[in-house]
């Protein structure tokens, strides 16, 4: 009985053949990045108040024993109030900022740092360029003034509600020893009322759909 071997010399190219083979795939794709911590972290916070839903969406950078208000957030200067896009707002209701109406929808959140008071801003644009860059005071939809306060220190920036009721909350910035505080109110009765009021308007609807289905299907039309 014979059997076939393959030449002995022929392994070594073969082995050399799978190695280039190899490479060139490697070689065809390109390399991805490693997944690695960001500077600004991006951050939510979410709070509803009596009907009305809110949503901060922001990034988060930290302190990284800077000076920050006067140095790397200059005073008297629009700041995006975060890092990389601007700062959003977002309400699923009308409310009142700092006492001022404004629609439901979504909103940049901008400010000017001073050194006694702060200037805070409600952009409808939300697509500024470096989170400032395009903006028009003319598509503000709020502007107040707001006295920021001291607070224990904080790493990263950060928003959080406070206080929050039925009828209001607050929204504070926070970050390294400053605490920014902003008054938020929406109309909870009046939002309750009209949903009571829809409510006894349509209170007929699933009646009279029954009612006709029993009439057209024969059904017991002495409950209809």
């Known amino acids: 009985m014979f059997r076939s071997?393959?030449?002995?010399?022929?392994?070594?190219?073969?082995?050399?053949?799978?190695?280039?083979?190899?490479s060139s795939a490697a070689l065809a794709q390109p390399p991805q990045a490693?997944?690695?911590?960001?500077?600004?972290?991006?951050?939510?916070?979410?709070?509803?108040?009596?009907?009305?839903?809110?949503?901060?969406?922001?990034?988060?950078?930290?302190?990284?024993?800077?000076?920050?208000?006067?140095?790397?957030?200059?005073?008297?200067?629009?700041?995006?109030?975060?890092?990389?896009?601007?700062?959003?707002?977002?309400?699923?209701g009308a409310f009142t900022f700092g006492g001022k109406p404004v629609p439901a929808g979504s909103y940049a959140l901008l400010t000017i740092p001073g050194k006694k008071s702060w200037t805070v801003i409600l952009s409808s644009n939300t697509k500024m360029q470096g989170g400032t860059g395009g903006y028009d005071q003319k598509e503000d939809v709020a502007r107040i003034t707001v006295e920021p306060t001291s607070a224990p220190a904080r790493e990263r920036l950060t928003f959080l509600f406070s206080d929050t009721t039925d009828d209001s909350t607050r929204l504070d910035l926070e970050w390294e020893?400053?605490?920014?505080?902003?008054?938020?109110?929406?109309?909870?009765?009046?939002?309750?009322?009209?949903?009571?009021?829809?409510?006894?308007?349509?209170?007929?609807r699933p009646h009279w759909s029954a009612a006709r289905w029993l009439l057209e299907n024969g059904g017991d039309t002495d409950k209809a």
Do not use: M
């Not at 071997?5 to 190899?22: D, E, F, G, K, N």
């Open 34 to 92: 490693p997944e690695l911590p960001q500077a600004s972290p991006r951050a939510s916070v979410q709070q509803r108040v009596g009907l009305t839903d809110f949503t901060v969406d922001y990034a988060s950078p930290a302190v990284k024993g800077r000076e920050i208000w006067g140095a790397l957030v200059p005073h008297d200067q629009l700041w995006r109030t975060g890092a990389n896009a601007p700062t959003t707002l977002t309400a699923s």
């Open 5 to 22: 071997h393959r030449p002995a010399s022929t392994l070594p190219l073969v082995l050399a053949l799978a190695s280039a083979l190899a």
């Open 177 to 204: 020893k400053l605490r920014l505080s902003l008054p938020i109110a929406v109309d909870t009765r009046a939002q309750a009322q009209a949903n009571i009021d829809k409510a006894i308007d349509e209170a007929w």
